[in-house]
């Protein structure tokens, strides 16, 4: 399948006829990713990670696309009916003709004060890891981890460490929009070098390249 990078989180995978879209937040290209697309998989309720008006206007323009994500978000989502489904950790589903499995439940902490909201990760086609805003290793064999490398809520050694103990064979980085080229350069060479020796290999996608997973 093709796997194709936009501005930050989201991400779509196209097989054949069949699209599904992760996380169409407000810093990508949430209506180009969108375009055609038979389902959107959201991992949680922040903006960067949900562009609520393109997706309305994608759902209204598509009356076959579907929606699976935390119950706050399927919530805020009710013009859909029944076309949006509440997802929890462990559960296993066919989105689009795609399998997914979920992860997690919670997103990483930001601060005490901050309140913490749902967080889903989801592993596509058995093979693609997107944990959303959290560091939860999935219990699953993964082949290809989209791996967080900036956010309010993480450094660097975490997202080194969070590359290494998922054990996939090859990382490309999402939530990365937020940070200079100099700060992620620097990170990226640091990953590049360390979990090369774990049998990882790093690759830096721009927005909107694909590559085949």
Not at 125 to 147: A, W
Not at 197 to 209: A, K, S
């Amino acid at each position: 399948m093709k796997l194709t990078k936009y501005t930050h989180a989201c991400v779509r995978f196209d097989d054949g006829d069949a699209a599904v879209v992760i996380d169409p937040g407000v810093f990508s290209e949430a209506a180009l990713a969108l375009d055609g697309a038979d389902a959107v998989l959201i991992t949680h309720e922040h903006a960067d990670h949900l562009d609520a008006a393109a997706l309305r206007t994608a759902a209204e323009s598509n009356r076959s696309l579907r929606v699976w994500a935390p119950a706050a978000v399927a919530g805020s989502l009710s013009y859909l009916g029944g076309r949006v489904t509440v997802v929890d950790p462990g559960e296993a589903f066919e989105a689009a003709g795609f399998s997914i499995q979920s992860f997690g439940g919670q997103h990483a902490l930001i601060h005490p004060t901050i309140p913490t909201v749902a967080n889903v990760g989801y592993l596509v086609n058995g093979v693609v890891y997107h944990p959303g805003d959290s560091f939860t290793v999935p219990t699953e064999p993964v082949q290809t981890l989209l791996l967080p490398t900036n956010a309010p809520w993480s450094k660097a050694s975490e997202v080194i460490d969070f590359a290494i103990a998922v054990r996939a064979a090859q990382a490309f980085q999402i939530h990365d929009s937020l940070i200079t080229s100099v700060y992620a350069n620097l990170v990226e060479g640091m990953l590049t070098g360390i979990v090369a020796g774990f049998g990882l290999e790093f690759r830096h996608l721009e927005p909107t390249e694909s590559v085949t997973v």
